[in-house]
Protein backbone atom coordinates (compact mmCIF):
# COMPACT_ATOMS: atom_id res chain seq x y z
CA UNK A 1 0.00 0.00 0.00
CA UNK A 2 0.91 3.10 -0.55
CA UNK A 3 0.81 4.53 2.66
CA UNK A 4 2.92 1.81 4.52
CA UNK A 5 6.32 3.03 2.31
CA UNK A 6 9.38 4.49 3.53
CA UNK A 7 9.90 8.02 3.18
CA UNK A 8 6.10 8.63 3.12
CA UNK A 9 5.24 12.51 2.84
CA UNK A 10 1.45 14.02 3.08
CA UNK A 11 1.84 17.78 2.12
CA UNK A 12 -1.59 19.52 2.11
CA UNK A 13 -2.44 21.61 -0.76
CA UNK A 14 -5.85 23.07 -0.04
CA UNK A 15 -8.85 22.90 1.35
CA UNK A 16 -12.20 23.79 0.16
CA UNK A 17 -15.45 23.82 2.55
CA UNK A 18 -18.93 24.75 1.13
CA UNK A 19 -22.10 23.62 3.43
CA UNK A 20 -21.92 20.06 5.03
CA UNK A 21 -18.88 19.63 2.37
CA UNK A 22 -15.49 19.46 2.63
CA UNK A 23 -12.35 18.22 0.23
CA UNK A 24 -8.79 18.16 1.46
CA UNK A 25 -6.10 17.90 -1.78
CA UNK A 26 -3.13 16.46 -0.65
CA UNK A 27 0.29 16.20 -2.28
CA UNK A 28 1.49 12.54 -1.79
CA UNK A 29 5.38 11.29 -2.23
CA UNK A 30 7.16 8.13 -1.86
CA UNK A 31 10.48 9.60 -1.55
CA UNK A 32 11.60 10.62 -5.27
CA UNK A 33 10.42 7.40 -7.09
CA UNK A 34 6.28 8.67 -7.00
CA UNK A 35 4.43 11.33 -6.40
CA UNK A 36 0.34 11.88 -6.87
CA UNK A 37 -2.44 13.44 -5.75
CA UNK A 38 -4.84 12.43 -3.66
CA UNK A 39 -8.00 14.50 -3.10
CA UNK A 40 -10.53 13.25 -0.09
CA UNK A 41 -14.08 14.17 -0.08
CA UNK A 42 -15.88 14.86 3.36
CA UNK A 43 -19.93 15.17 3.86
CA UNK A 44 -20.78 16.06 7.18
CA UNK A 45 -24.06 15.81 9.64
CA UNK A 46 -24.40 17.66 12.93
CA UNK A 47 -20.70 17.87 13.10
CA UNK A 48 -19.96 14.31 12.46
CA UNK A 49 -18.23 12.72 9.18
CA UNK A 50 -20.89 10.49 7.78
CA UNK A 51 -19.42 10.36 4.35
CA UNK A 52 -15.88 9.88 2.71
CA UNK A 53 -14.83 9.66 -1.08
CA UNK A 54 -11.62 9.56 -2.11
CA UNK A 55 -9.72 9.85 -5.62
CA UNK A 56 -6.01 9.19 -6.37
CA UNK A 57 -3.90 9.67 -9.46
CA UNK A 58 -0.18 9.21 -9.66
CA UNK A 59 1.88 11.72 -11.11
CA UNK A 60 4.24 11.21 -14.13
CA UNK A 61 8.08 12.40 -13.44
CA UNK A 62 7.48 15.10 -16.76
CA UNK A 63 4.32 16.49 -15.26
CA UNK A 64 5.44 16.96 -11.10
CA UNK A 65 7.39 19.82 -11.89
CA UNK A 66 4.22 22.84 -11.44
CA UNK A 67 1.95 20.69 -11.01
CA UNK A 68 -0.24 22.24 -7.41
CA UNK A 69 0.82 26.24 -8.37
CA UNK A 70 -2.45 26.62 -9.37
CA UNK A 71 -4.21 25.15 -6.30
CA UNK A 72 -2.06 26.26 -3.59
CA UNK A 73 -3.74 30.05 -1.46
CA UNK A 74 -1.50 32.60 -1.41
Not at 20 to 30: C, G, K, S, W, Y
Not at 32 to 59: N, P, S, T
Given at each position: ??FA?????????????????????????????????????????QG???????????????????????????
Amino acid sequence: PMFARVNFTVTPVRTLWEGDLATVILDVRVGAEMRAIVIDLYRFDQGRIVEHWDVKGEIEPDRREGYFEGLRTR
